[in-house]
């Protein structure tokens, strides 16, 4: 497993200009509103993974990629498959104790809400509650929240979100953007590293980027996950969030106080608090082992020697399934998230295999799981296709456009690579450019498929529409934003609509599909950033 070292910014030395590539086949609105209208139809049942719901969008996109004459990319089949563990927590009572008596009995999920470090049918997690602050160790910032001191077996208390930035150094951390040492994955992964028995993160609201709901939303139920490969280190007994309140008077207990603690976690100089507090808690997990699959088509490069390489397209098929009822409605269609991004790029493959053929192969991956933490792009980084050498770069589509024609694109990961240079200089002669993500503090660079090919050193970036709408005032794409996050995202209500603009789609997938056929036919491959954190993680390239 790689170690992320992550650096405060990008900076990009040459911007290769690409020759535009013209598709023989015109991308079809009508196609997409097809594509879009069948995978979010309540047939599908929200298209959770390894349900029928599942199955039947997998088996749908395998089978518009053999008509457009995408062939098989796994050895004969469209399918990869990909384990899932199903993990369902039953929390019981949690307890605090000090000096031999109980200080508090936190409530699940009022308080806490915990589940299982791995797919175990008990998860346990009993040890001294210690503060490190943001759990963060990064030496390219010269920040290290550990000093040293030793960890096994404690449960850590740790803040949400990166180290905020000084007035003198505003480049710290990103500056307003979150690092990967922002992200609560890291902060359980570098736990895991150092030999923790759990995890509380810190919730607040604005410094997580979401309500305490959400977090019971998404956490306070059945998670899935890998199967634990046995090389990486062992993993928590219990991992969890604990609202800033609770923590609050938790550590009160003790004499401490977490809004001075918090201060003292901005600095270089904090050194992790022992709090003595003993936290137990113990759980009885229901696990179930089961399938799900990514789908993989490749479009052979017309290229003795750069056809052996490959530009990579990207976009999740799942989404949440069958879950609680909002008004009545219990399906999470997930049409905008991400059955948009399906439509859009089953447009792109059967556009792109059209003769002629770009000179580098096109490699085509539906992953599944996206929504239970990158779960199916995890596992194709992992057991790649193809060598990781020969993917060259990956772009990935993670909501598609049905609101309308832009002027701009909103790219994760703009200045981490190349890619976002080249994209820049590639669509400016159509009048349009890039435009800054609206809430870089979110971190949403991680938070997407193309994050799993990027830890495994591909240059990668995810591509939407921007939010200046032709026709339209300037603060009205943002406020559509707002309003899907608010009303739809992760709700039953992220519906098929008949009045979607399309107009959009067909722009969004027209710009992929033009950029990545000038990737493939570019004798120069694209290259991370001289300080970006992937950098060092790049396979050797091979011809």
Request: net charge neutral; no cysteine.
């Amino acid at each position: 497993m790689h170690v992320l070292r992550l650096a405060a910014a990008a900076v990009l030395l040459v911007t290769p200009v690409l020759a535009p590539a013209q598709p023989t086949t015109r991308i079809s609105p009508a196609a997409i509103d097809a594509d879009l209208r069948f995978l979010s139809s309540d047939l599908l049942e929200g298209r959770a993974p390894a349900t029928r719901g599942g199955r039947l969008a997998a088996e749908y996109i395998a089978a518009q990629l053999r008509g457009a004459g995408v062939e098989p990319g796994v050895n004969g089949s469209y399918f990869q498959t990909v384990p899932i563990d199903v993990v369902g927590a039953q929390p019981g009572t949690i307890t605090a104790t000090a000096s031999g008596r109980t200080t508090a009995t936190l409530r699940h999920p009022d308080d806490v809400v915990v589940w299982a470090g791995s797919a175990t049918p008990q998860s346990a997690a009993r040890g001294e509650l210690v503060f490190v602050g943001y759990g963060a160790a990064a030496p390219e910032f010269r920040w290290d929240d550990f000093k040293g001191v030793d960890v096994r077996g404690k449960v850590l208390l740790v803040l949400v979100n990166d180290p905020p930035a000084p007035a003198a150094e505003p480049a710290l951390f990103g500056g307003r953007a979150m690092t990967y040492y922002g992200r609560w994955t890291y902060k359980f992964e570098e736990a895991e590293r150092r030999g923790a028995a759990g995890v509380l993160i810190v919730h607040q609201t604005e410094r997580a980027g979401y309500p305490w709901h959400t977090v019971v939303g998404s956490w306070a139920k059945e998670q899935r996950m890998l199967p634990r490969d046995v090389k990486l280190p062992p993993p928590l007994g219990v991992r969890g969030w604990i609202t800033d309140s609770a923590a609050t008077a938790l550590l009160r207990q003790a004499g401490l106080d977490l809004a001075a603690l918090r201060a003292q976690a901005a600095t270089r100089e904090f050194r992790p608090v022992s709090t003595g507090i003993t936290i137990d808690v113990g759980f009885r997990n229901t696990v179930q082992h089961l399938q799900s699959e990514n789908v993989v088509g490749v479009i052979r490069g017309r290229d003795p020697v750069l056809g052996r390489q490959h530009v990579a397209f990207s976009a999740h098929w799942d989404h949440l399934g069958i879950g609680p009822a909002v008004n009545g409605d219990s399906i999470y269609n997930g049409a905008a998230d991400n059955a948009s991004g399906v439509a859009d790029l089953l447009a792109v493959a059967r556009a792109a295999a059209a003769p002629p053929h770009p000179r580098r192969s096109l490699l085509f991956v539906f992953v599944t799981a996206e929504e239970s933490g990158l779960l199916g792009s995890a596992y194709f980084a992992q057991n790649p296709t193809v060598p990781a050498a020969q993917i060259v770069a990956a772009l990935n589509l993670d909501l598609g456009n049905t609101l309308g024609r832009t002027r701009d694109l909103s790219v994760l990961g703009e200045k981490k690579s190349s890619l976002g240079a080249q994209l820049a200089a590639f669509v400016k002669p159509n009048g349009m450019r890039l435009s800054p993500e609206l809430h870089p503090e979110a971190g949403e660079f991680y938070r997407s498929d193309h994050f799993s090919l990027a830890k495994a050193g591909i240059p990668a970036i995810s591509i939407g529409a921007g939010d200046d709408f032709i026709g339209r005032p300037r603060e009205w794409g943002a406020q559509q934003n707002d309003d899907y996050v608010a009303h739809r995202y992760h709700q039953p209500s992220d519906e098929y609509r008949p009045n979607m603009n399309l107009a959009g789609a067909v722009q969004l997938a027209e710009i992929v599909l033009k950029f990545g056929l000038a990737l493939a036919n570019d004798p120069a491959t694209p290259t991370w950033s001289r300080d970006s954190e992937f950098r060092a993680l790049r396979p050797a390239a091979t011809p």
